[in-house]
């Protein structure tokens, strides 16, 4: 975002350049009645990077203007995902901090004629606000006289009115062509405890007055919003020049971030918490940050993800294989490597000498050698993965099976002998033969081998869960017309399978949860927050192919 050009910044240019302002100061400005999802990740990059670019001001603003809907729960996580995309505020304010002074500008609306108190219900202000292609009626309390809208308004302000009895309205077009204008609520009787003011106030702002009101109080030169917005443009700018706000922000709308197979939607994304689709606000299926983090996602990935999509003023959907392409990329270059047996066979190494072990050194990441090597015992007795065995290969299989001679890892050249079976015929063990001239897995002949597995030895390994995470949705569109109703139709059965019994390197031995590895040829894992000292629990952050580009095509 720093260096970077796109619209938004050359319009702040030519706002610079004419003088309009002479500083550059945004905000992020979330409502605390849910979890920050991967959408707010744009948002959140383009207000601090854009504040960033100018060396300007970029505050952190909770909307806390719905007490029924909000939680200091919320407050907490959008603080905590925030620093951890790597970004810092430099002020936390609350719309709540605003409220003596918005409620002053309702005031001076009405005095101004600007605003009138209403009796109408909520289903008779939608009735009477007419259609895209009908001008709506005017309410019948419309012409009420400054005096009366100023009583009026006090005694809603004192408490003397239940919720839902009556609304301020601002007094502007109920013809407008935008529906956004035709006299829009701008306060509302609300008898709910507030997160921070307690029982102070009985009547809350609306977001689009509280909004400009709250932008104007920070002095925000450039209020960067989310297309939705750009519809409520007028009433933003209304707002501001009727209540005699000197300098106002301008507000510039960009594309919010749409991503296929996931929901982004703060109440579509509670219903699956509330349904229990998902375990929670940080199920690493979720789009929520806080999921993203637990699932292992690094927040370089997701900055280079946003600055990947760019900032652009239509609105599209990204293909959510982008978002993987760099998480890949990220832990390609950064993650320490380890073996892990996710569905173990043993194997048996006959001619290896009993009680014999070895100690051999690889490297923990190929492209790094200042992070060093891991010591990994070899024994006569492994795990190799359950699928790199069949005693029937069909055609192109290089994996160990009869007449065939495959590399263990960094270890011996191995060949079958036979097969240990149960009644039914099922496979309890593999025996093989090593050739020792073979250490480090290089033959002194010169013979060459198409297979190398990975292993662990049966001796050293660690016990761990493992659970192999995958898009919650498969289908592109998860919320299609039919809307939020619709989520179960397009469920992916196997969002997520838990393997237990799998058998780890001992290297991992004591791993903690945030730590991240590729697991030699099944992907990238991260430890879990379940993890205990006796159970260890690792996630699958990403596999090391895009597995959804083929079920495309």
């Known amino acids: 975002m720093e260096t970077s050009v796109n619209f938004i910044h050359e319009a702040i240019n030519a706002d610079l350049e004419a003088g309009v302002y002479n500083r550059v100061q945004t905000r992020f400005p979330p409502e605390p009645n849910g979890y920050l999802h991967i959408g707010h990740a744009k948002a959140i990059s383009i207000n601090f990077g854009t504040a960033k670019k100018y060396n300007g ?159 104007a109080a920070e002095k925000v030169t450039h209020s960067l919003c989310s297309l939705e917005f750009e519809d409520h443009r007028p009433l933003y700018d209304w707002v501001l020049r009727e209540v005699g706000i000197e300098q106002p922000p301008r507000q510039i709308e960009f594309a919010r971030l749409n991503l296929n197979y996931m929901l982004t939607s703060k109440r579509k994304c509670l219903k699956l918490v509330k349904d229990h689709i998902v375990s929670g606000w940080d199920d690493p299926r979720m789009s929520t940050l806080s999921g993203m983090r637990r699932r292992g996602y690094p927040p370089e990935a997701i900055r280079d993800f946003c600055e990947r999509i760019g900032v652009a003023k239509a609105a599209s959907v990204v293909d959510y294989a982008l ?15 380890a073996m892990a047996v996710l569905r173990p066979l043993k194997v048996i190494v006959d001619n290896y000498p009993d009680g014999k072990t070895e100690d051999l050194e690889i490297e923990l990441h190929p492209d790094r050698p200042e992070l060093g090597t ?44 036979h ?14 033969t090593y050739d020792p001239a073979s250490r480090g897995g290089n033959s002194p002949d010169g013979r060459k081998v198409k297979g190398t597995i990975h292993w662990v030895s049966a001796e050293k390994a660690v016990d761990a869960e493992v659970r192999l995470y995958d898009r919650l949705f498969a289908a592109e569109n998860p919320s299609d017309e039919r809307g939020v109703e619709s989520f179960e139709d397009h469920l992916n059965p196997d969002s997520l399978v838990v393997l237990t019994g799998c058998k780890l390197e001992e290297t991992l031995e004591g791993a903690k949860p945030g730590e991240t590895f590729q697991f030699m040829r099944n992907g990238y894992f991260t430890v879990d927050p379940d993890t205990t000292e006796n159970h260890l629990v690792f996630n699958r952050t990403v596999a090391l192919k895009d597995s959804w580009a083929k079920t495309k095509k």
């Not at 970029?58 to 029924?68: E, G, H, S």
């Not at 306060?187 to 909004?211: I, N, S």
């Not at 978002?323 to 490597?337: G, I, M, N, Q, T």
């Not at 011996?412 to 002998?417: A, D, E, G, L, P």
Request: glycine letters at 4%; charged letters at 30%; aromatic letters at 12%.
């Open 57 to 215: 001001i970029c505050n952190l603003r909770f909307d806390d203007t719905n007490p029924t809907k909000e939680d200091v729960e919320y407050v907490e996580s959008i603080m905590e995902d925030i620093q951890w995309l790597g970004y810092q505020w430099d002020h936390v304010y609350y719309a709540s901090d605003y409220f003596p002074f918005i409620h002053a500008c309702a005031v001076k609306l009405i005095e101004k004629g600007k605003a009138y108190v209403c009796d109408l219900t909520a289903d008779e202000i939608r009735e009477y606000r007419g259609t895209l292609t009908e001008p709506g009626k005017e309410s019948p309390y419309r012409s009420r006289s400054v005096e009366e809208n100023l009583d009026l308004f006090a005694r809603m302000t004192a408490g003397e009115f239940e919720t839902g009895a009556k609304v301020l309205r601002a007094k502007i077009d109920m013809a407008s062509p935008n529906l956004n204008m035709r006299d829009p609520i701008i306060y509302r009787v609300l008898k709910a405890t507030h997160h921070r003011t307690g029982d102070q106030w009985c009547v809350y702002p609306m977001y689009d007055f509280a909004h400009p009101l709250s932008d």
């Open 323 to 337: 978002l993987e392409f760099c998480v890949r990329d990220e832990l390609s270059r950064k993650a320490p490597r």
């Open 374 to 417: 891991r010591t990994v015992t070899f024994s006569k007795e492994l795990y190799i993965e359950r699928e790199d065995f069949t005693e029937d290969p069909p055609k192109g299989y290089f994996r160990l099976c009869p007449d065939k001679e495959v590399r263990l890892k960094s270890a011996y050249f191995v060949k079958f002998s």
């Open 419 to 432: 097969a240990d079976k149960d009644e039914d015929g099922n496979i309890l063990a593999v025996h093989v």
